[in-house]
């Protein structure tokens, strides 16, 4: 066991060296000793451009060339989370299962085409006893510690977005409500560009933990957002619910005022969905009743073009955009512009 000492930061941790054969066999093993999320893996984004990076990897493994470690969580059950190798090891998985044919090859231009199984038995025999370092991250560490290193190994070329991360070091209720709520077409279809790394579990976190405590934020909305899921990720179901109505509540509001224009500034020439607005307007719509803008959303609406053309509401947008003053700024005008309509 290594110990790495900094201050009040104590990190547990074991090197070990698995087979390839050995970590597919952990990751299909029931209960499962190798947890691949499978989030993750309907995720794999080494696809994207065909299977040439897959390949070329596998290509590499027959070279000998030393590989990068990947990095494993012990869960209290004593199982492991991967937290930083999930590509290299669903490539593995996925050949192994004659997922894919090799594609690219240069070194290896004999076995171009093939898949695991049309293999010669040499090759897959040199495949499965092929092996990487594995360090695992003991389960007594904080898991603020373990986001820590995941962030600060999360590099590469393939970089995962810091709710992607999250997700992985954060699962339970919180986390499965975020992926729920995350399925509402207003949030799938934000901005209307492909989402591939929880974008829309980040936009509905960003709502509770911004409605939740904007007391406690420091400036820094990403380790703000993470605080937040730190905190709550296995809050009770009576908790879950009333976040659930709450979220729910807010958004139906906004899509009954705004319709298909929700969340987007139409004074632009340019208009579109604004994170800004989302922000704002589902802040507001969940201090409101729903009785109280029933008859009024034409008024509301008018409201909302006036405050986009206000200059200093247009201040706020320069800069520093998540910084809290900017945020307490925007709520306050928003505020005493709809108060009036909602008395």
């Known amino acids: 066991m290594s ?32 947890q691949l999320d499978p989030d993750f893996q309907r995720k794999y984004k080494w696809d994207k451009d065909g299977w040439e990076r897959a390949s070329r990897f596998i290509e590499s493994c027959l070279m000998r060339i030393p590989l990068p470690a990947c990095y494993f969580a012990e869960k209290p059950d004593g199982s ?29 231009q004999d076995i171009e085409g093939k898949k695991f199984s049309e293999l010669s038995l040499s090759y897959r025999a040199e495949l499965e006893a092929t092996t990487i370092r594995c360090i695992v991250l003991r389960k007594e560490n904080p898991e603020n510690l373990i986001q820590e290193i995941f962030s600060r190994l999360n590099q590469g070329a393939v970089r995962l977005s810091d709710q992607e991360i999250r997700h992985a070091i954060y699962p339970g209720s919180l986390n499965k409500l975020l992926i729920e709520l995350a399925q509402s077409p207003s949030i799938a279809n934000f901005g209307n560009t492909p989402k591939d790394s929880r974008e829309g ?23 703000f957002l993470d605080a937040y899921m730190r905190e709550n990720s296995k809050i009770s179901e009576e908790k879950l619910d009333k976040l659930r109505k709450l979220f729910n509540k807010s958004l139906e509001m906004c899509i009954q005022v705004f319709g298909k224009n929700v969340f987007i500034d139409t004074t632009k020439n340019k208009p579109k969905q604004s994170i800004v607005y989302y922000d704002l307007l589902m802040h507001g719509m969940a201090n409101i009743p729903k009785s109280k803008i029933k ?17 200093d509401f247009q201040r706020t947008l320069s800069g520093g955009i998540q910084n809290k003053s900017s945020i307490l700024k925007r709520r306050q005008i928003w505020e005493k512009l709809i108060g009036p309509i909602l008395r």
């Open 80 to 108: 492991h989370l991967v937290i930083d190798g999930v590509q290299r090891l669903s490539t593995i998985q996925m050949f192994f299962k004659d997922g894919f044919a090799l594609e690219g090859m240069t070194a290896f």
């Open 295 to 311: 008859g009024q959303e034409a008024k509301i609406r008018a409201a909302f073009v006036t405050l986009c053309e206000k200059s």
């Open 201 to 223: 579990d980040e936009l509905v976190l960003r709502f509770f933990a911004l409605q939740d405590d904007l007391a406690s934020y420091k400036g820094v909305l990403s380790k």
């Open 3 to 34: 110990k790495l000492n900094q201050n009040d930061k104590t990190l547990n941790l074991y090197p070990i060296d698995y087979p390839f054969e050995t970590l597919c066999a952990r990751i299909e093993s029931q209960p499962q000793k190798l």
